[in-house]
């Protein structure tokens, strides 16, 4: 059935199972990581930690970006020298800050927003599909959206997008601002790179058939105009598309009718996420 290779793709990105060998890590009473255990025990040395028996507790949040550099320096992390806020809810207020790069190894959740660039033809939907540069660190040469990006502190997941777009493919911002938000996609994924527990901001952008995108930044190898039916299959029978752009791409699909019925509700249960805590 075509909904079995939709599936696999919900379930790849949903494989953590929690806490497993990871150790929680708090901030006051906001639980807003999983350690692996080389970094926490690399944590527990800093003198701004508290080791109680649910796991670690932060109390200098402050000092945070300092030790992600410190086991950057020590190879534990991926310095990316961008900041993220640190939550324990996506919705919640921002705790402290730390280096992209050392999310996942510190299992702390980070958001982003991912654009579909549609295109409305008489033949039917067409999407704008990315190819990712080949230099990028995560997933080269994998196919991407229009338009996606992890949201930097300080920002919310519409500044983001606008930011992204002019980066990414040289979309104005009066365009990228019609973008229309159409839901949330969250999951808890064990990758080389460590925890990705992610939460996705949604976003359908309907452009003119005659804006062709354009890179901005070098994070995109070359733009593509597909007709939606070769994305649902390539979705369906490939791994062409970077992990969670097949999560968005399948919420698009169940939203556009191509995918129905009890398929759609398993799959819709999938993309709400779950970490497997337990």
Not at 25 to 32: A, C, E, F, S, Y
Not at 76 to 99: S, Y
Not at 182 to 197: F, K, P, Q, S, W
Not at 227 to 255: H, Y
Request: proline content about 6%; charged content about 25%; hydrophobic content about 45%.
């Amino acid at each position: 059935m075509a909904e079995d290779g939709f599936t696999r793709h919900v379930r790849a990105c949903n494989n953590a199972r929690l806490p497993g060998e990871r150790t929680p890590l708090w901030i006051g009473d906001g639980r807003v990581g999983w350690l692996a255990p080389a970094i926490a025990a690399a944590l527990a040395e800093a003198a701004s930690i508290r080791r109680r028996d649910d796991g670690l507790v932060l109390t200098d949040p402050g000092a945070l970006p300092e030790i992600a550099r410190r086991l950057a320096g020590r190879g534990l992390v991926r310095w990316r020298d961008e900041a993220f806020d640190v939550r324990a809810d996506p919705q919640g207020p921002a705790l402290a800050r730390i280096d992209r790069g050392a999310l996942p190894k510190f299992g702390i959740q980070a958001q982003g927003v991912h654009v579909n660039g549609l295109v409305t033809r008489p033949d039917g939907p067409y999407l704008w599909i990315a190819r990712r540069a080949m230099n990028k660190a995560l997933d080269p040469g994998k196919l991407d959206h229009i338009v996606a990006g992890g949201i930097p502190a300080g920002l919310d997941a519409r500044e983001t997008l606008i930011k992204e777009a002019a980066e990414e493919a040289s979309i104005p911002p009066d365009l990228a601002a019609r973008a229309t938000p159409v839901g949330e996609i969250r999951y808890a994924m064990e990758r080389d790179e460590g925890l990705r527990r992610d939460v996705l901001t949604c976003y359908d952008l309907e452009l003119p058939a005659a804006f062709t995108p354009v890179a901005g930044d070098g994070e995109v190898e070359a733009f593509e105009l597909w007709p939606l039916a070769r994305a649902f299959e390539t979705v369906r029978d490939t791994d062409a598309f970077k992990f969670n752009v097949n999560l968005v791409l399948i919420d698009l699909f169940i939203r556009r009718g191509l995918i129905t019925g009890s398929a759609a509700a398993e799959l819709r249960a999938g993309l709400a996420g779950g970490e497997g805590v337990g």
